[in-house]
């Protein structure tokens, strides 16, 4: 679950640390005080779109951490994919840093991750439902991913036609590259020799580029290699007063006391080695003088060699080396050269192809007519629920056809739209085209109460779930809510009572001014004041309000006790 959530420097908020708990977290406040801006920095730390302008003025940098107690098995895979080492029982904290200078750093427990990681990891951690989601519904694209959460083999079914479509599009790319005109074709076979014979002539070895720089870069610095080894062998033998001569001296002065005391005598030993050590040293620097020579036709030559691999580097790519590139269009020219023969070969792989995939997307399709089923009666219950008693929902799908009337994708044959009637006798229409904003949010709410059943993914963000909900309505959707909370965590935005009533956890955010700023601070509510920001909520705050929060409060309780 998401167990802590740490802010600097986004907008309004100077610093903050928010612990949240299991259960139901409610954030509640007035117009303006912040909370649009707790919900951006959730997004930010989530990995979603970042905007420079959440930096806070006056800073040169935001940050957002989001702490996780506990993960899952896939995230654990795909931390091990990206060999990030972290124990089962540590925290897990997603971050994110934007910079006015344009950078946008990514960090898993300190460790740097490209933002598509940090995606992919927040999917399987948090759902957040905001006014993008709430919208999404409205689409009908999203609609046949929606259905496939529910179905209970459907993902394994999705990924078999996924994969039977790749190798038959493989076919089918293969099969269109050899059946162009003969001039193509001709085209084609002269351009990919003429790319082997230039590959094949560079024979260009693995290794070769980084040893032709370190030659290149030698000999341009052969006039300085020259001095500096002139000067050292100078100072080790040529000068007057060279070092192999001093030592001489100074093993000739120790030797001489060598009869008062056998140490100096030793001494003189070790500075011996050392004379001999640097005679060795002063004949391997006489060697590399004797090499080291500036060779202008062999610096051409390295520029000319560096410029060919340069070259065909962009043309071709790493693959070049290892032998991918050549390998391929070697490939590719062979068919090309027997394509009449090939083309008949390809032509029976392709319906061959095609009947696997026509069997694995009907496959599909059925399953998801059966969930289609499945779906429409277990949201229809739920919207009963929400107070939509007159309200019918259908799926509305795609029949299967013939194989030759098939448009093949990966992710099968089917399209999906939800249909909805909100008054009795009338018929089901696209929901896009029925629903009111409050009729959007109970149809997603019911969705996200059918996905806690479900099980997955233990944390659900809701922000703007009580739009044009009011009323009795309310305290259904709070129930709905704490419903979601028995199963899952759950971090909710309101500006309702009965939603805020029913929390385990209430926090107030508040917006304070002084002379020079304006800041956004966070309060966890209980006893006294939550009554208090319940009876704001539920519109006074006489004593009357009072009572009827403290009353709100105890049937929340009750609620609660009951499940």
């Known amino acids: ?43 930010l730390a989530l990995g979603e779109r970042a905007d420079r302008e959440l930096i806070r003025t006056g800073a040169d940098k935001a940050v957002v951490e989001a702490w996780f107690a506990g993960f899952s098995s896939g995230v654990a895979d795909i931390l091990e994919a990206q060999e990030i080492q972290i124990d089962a029982q540590q925290d897990l904290v997603l971050s994110r ?51 496939d959460e529910f179905g209970n083999d459907i993902e394994k079914a999705k990924s078999d036609v996924a994969y039977v479509f790749a190798k038959y599009s493989g076919v089918k790319k293969r099969l269109f590259a050899l059946a162009g005109s003969d001039g193509d074709r001709e085209r084609r076979i002269d351009m990919l020799k003429y790319q082997i014979d230039e590959i094949q002539k560079a024979a260009i070895t693995e290794g070769e580029e980084q040893t032709l720089k370190a030659q290149k870069k030698r000999l341009n610095a052969s006039e300085r290699i020259m001095d500096a080894l002139s000067g050292a062998y100078d100072a080790l033998y040529e000068d007057d007063n060279n070092v192999l001569l001093s030592l001489k001296d100074v093993s000739a002065t120790l030797s001489g006391i060598d009869d008062v005391d056998k ?97 694995q997307s009907v496959k599909l399709s059925e399953l998801r007519h059966a969930t289609a089923a499945m779906f429409a009666e277990m949201l229809a219950l739920q919207l009963t629920e929400l107070g939509m008693v007159d309200a019918s929902f259908g799926v509305q799908m795609s029949e299967i056809k013939p ?89 909710c935005v309101t500006h309702l009572p009965q939603i805020a009533s029913m929390a385990d956890t209430h926090f107030l955010i508040l917006k304070s001014s002084s002379e020079t700023k304006t800041t956004t601070s966070l309060t966890k509510l209980e006893g006294g004041m939550r009554v208090d920001e319940i009876a704001r909520l539920a519109g006074g705050d006489s004593s009357v309000s009072a009572q009827h929060a403290k009353e709100m409060l105890q049937r929340a309780s009750e609620y609660k006790a009951a499940l």
């Open 403 to 491: 194989i030759d009337e098939c448009v093949f994708t990966r992710n099968g044959i089917d399209s999906v739209e939800f249909y909805i009637s909100t008054n009795r006798g009338e018929p089901q229409k696209p929901l896009r085209k029925v629903a009111s904003g409050g009729e959007v949010s109970r149809i997603m709410l019911a969705l996200k109460n059918i996905a806690a059943d479900e099980g997955g993914i233990p944390t659900m963000i809701f922000d703007e779930i009580d739009t044009g909900i009011s009323g009795r309505m309310a305290e259904v959707v709070a129930k709905k809510l704490q419903n979601i909370a028995y199963a899952r965590q759950v971090v």
């Open 97 to 147: 840093e934007l910079s006015l200078n344009g950078k946008n750093v990514c960090r898993i427990n300190g460790v740097l991750v490209t933002l598509a990681t940090l995606k992919e990891i927040s999917d399987l951690l948090v759902d957040i439902h905001g006014q993008h989601e709430h919208q999404s519904l409205l689409h009908e694209k999203n609609h046949i991913g929606m259905l």
């Open 1 to 43: 679950m998401l167990s802590k959530l740490v802010i600097k420097n986004i907008a309004l908020i100077d610093a903050l640390e928010i612990d949240l708990s299991s259960g139901m977290n409610v954030l509640s406040g007035e117009t303006g005080a912040g909370k649009s801006i707790i919900v951006d920095s959730m997004n």
């Open 263 to 359: 140490k100096y005598g030793e001494a003189a030993g070790r500075v011996d080695e050392a004379y001999y050590m640097l005679e060795e040293i002063a004949q391997s620097v006489r060697d590399e003088m004797s090499e080291s020579y500036f060779d202008a036709n062999e610096l051409e030559e390295i520029e000319e060699r560096l410029a060919l691999i340069s070259s065909l580097n962009k043309k071709y790519g790493d693959a070049l080396v290892d032998g991918g590139y050549i390998k391929n269009a070697q490939q590719e020219l062979n068919d090309l050269v027997d394509s009449e023969a090939l083309i008949g070969k390809l032509e029976n792989e392709l319906d061959e192809r095609k009947h696997e995939l026509y069997a």
